[in-house]
């Protein structure tokens, strides 16, 4: 089978890059053909060539700058349109190598990719991988793409002309179940990235020397030497809910709780990393949680590792990868019910799940880890890991693709 996955500004600095990557060669490996077709990513330096072999750079058309701008305050984004044009050429040109299409990311992402078949004759089946903001809605967060009338159509229309629907969690397949049922679906988690999954293979001595290291790394970074660290780590969205983290801060000892990654700025709501710093100063706790800003994906696994608790209190979300990853590095976890990872956490040794939006409660599990009165179980957190290993994720998304298609 020949895949084409289509992800438009996807760069070598995204946070995703890697983990695609991984997935990529998984699949190659089962021999079967994967091409990821992108375009040119803001985040990326104009001098930085992105080999072909991992990637297609799509040329967007000669006035993508001007639909962009047009389309923005209906679509919500000024990517959608220029999108669209770059995969239409390319489908038009090349569209007789691919035996199917993938969207990973229903909104913009599928919404430009069908688009784009629609506009260049490309009739292949098409797979579509919604995520948590396609279909989930936190109003009070500011969460969903469904929360506008175009963006809402535009997803539903996706979804319903895909082949098949990888969900990523059970958590997702109810929601998709509802906005599209007709279509295939299976529940078929992302992956972590390869070198997370290498890391379930050290030994007891290697990984203590290798959390010993990152944690000496990150407390030279960051002044962090001497307390315990209860890091969240990812994008500063409110629909993360790390607000509940900072209310929790008060009741978690002498730990630093550590706030690491990219800012948005959301209308009414303003920079989020700067809303946190006021909540921290009004709570009296802002001696105790630090918000550092972003970090490269490449250190990705070296802060997890450094780590003695790592927070997800997110009110809904669909997946949550930070979690997975966490494990294999051996740091446990504390997690919401509503984050789809949930679903795969056993009931001992890797993590603790708790109730969303409650800040006692996520305390008293930050404290039940930090006390050790929670046994991390190394081998247990290795077997919740190998569930999202690349390989065994694409063997399990291809053998969905062949038999959802294979009577087209």
């Known amino acids: 089978m020949r895949i084409a996955m ?23 490996r089962l021999g079967h053909s994967f ?48 999108a669209a044009g770059a995969l239409a050429g390319y489908l038009r040109t090349h569209g ?16 430009a990719g069908a688009m784009a078949t629609a ?13 948590g903001e396609d279909i989930l809605v936190v109003r009070d967060r500011a969460y969903g793409v469904r929360r506008f009338p175009a963006p809402s159509w535009l997803v539903n229309w996706t979804l319903r002309r895909a082949a098949v629907l990888r969900c990523i969690s059970p958590l997702a397949e109810r929601q998709i179940a509802e906005l599209s049922p007709h279509n295939p679906r299976r529940v ?24 010993a290291a990152a944690r000496a790394k990150l407390d030279d970074e960051f002044g962090t030497a001497g307390r315990p660290i209860v890091l969240s780590f990812g994008r500063l969205h409110p629909f993360k809910g790390i607000d509940y983290l900072v209310d929790a801060a008060a009741s978690i000892g002498d730990a630093t709780v550590l706030i690491i990654g990219p800012s948005l700025s959301l209308k009414g709501i303003g920079d989020v990393a700067t809303a946190l710093r006021r909540k921290a100063e009004a709570e009296g706790v802002s001696d105790k949680v630090k918000i550092v ?21 997110s009110p809904l979300e669909s997946l949550n990868k930070v ?43 930050i404290e039940e880890i930090l006390n050790d009165h929670f046994d991390f179980d190394a081998g247990e957190a290795t077997r919740f890991a190998e569930r999202f290993f690349p390989d065994r994720i694409a063997a399990e998304v291809i053998e969905f693709y062949e038999e959802a298609t294979s009577g087209r």
């Open 6 to 28: 289509f992800m438009p500004a996807l760069g070598p600095t995204a946070l995703g890059w890697k983990v695609h990557q991984d997935f990529a060669a998984a699949v190659e």
């Open 35 to 82: 091409t990821l077709l992108t375009t040119p990513s803001p985040g990326d330096k104009a001098d930085d060539d992105v080999p072909e072999a991992i990637a297609t750079v799509l040329a967007e058309p000669p006035t993508s700058h001007l639909w962009g701008k047009v389309g923005r305050p209906v679509f919500r984004t000024a990517g959608l349109l220029p």
């Open 96 to 111: 007789d190598e691919i035996d199917l299409l993938h969207f990973e990311v229903a909104y913009p992402h599928g919404a």
């Open 119 to 131: 506009r260049s004759g490309w009739r292949g089946p098409v797979a579509v991988t919604p995520m």
């Open 188 to 211: 078929i988690p992302l992956n972590i990235s390869y070198e997370a999954a290498v890391a379930t293979r050290m030994s007891d001595d290697e990984r203590s020397r290798f959390r």
């Open 293 to 313: 800003g972003g970090v490269h994906p490449s250190r990705a696994l070296e802060v997890l590792a450094a780590a003695d608790v790592v927070v997800v209190p």
């Open 323 to 365: 979690c997975m990853e966490a494990a294999a590095m051996g740091t446990p976890f504390v997690v919401t019910e509503t984050t789809g990872v949930s679903a795969w956490v056993p009931d001992d040794g890797v993590g603790i799940v708790v109730p969303p939006r409650n800040p006692t409660t996520l305390a008293w599990a």
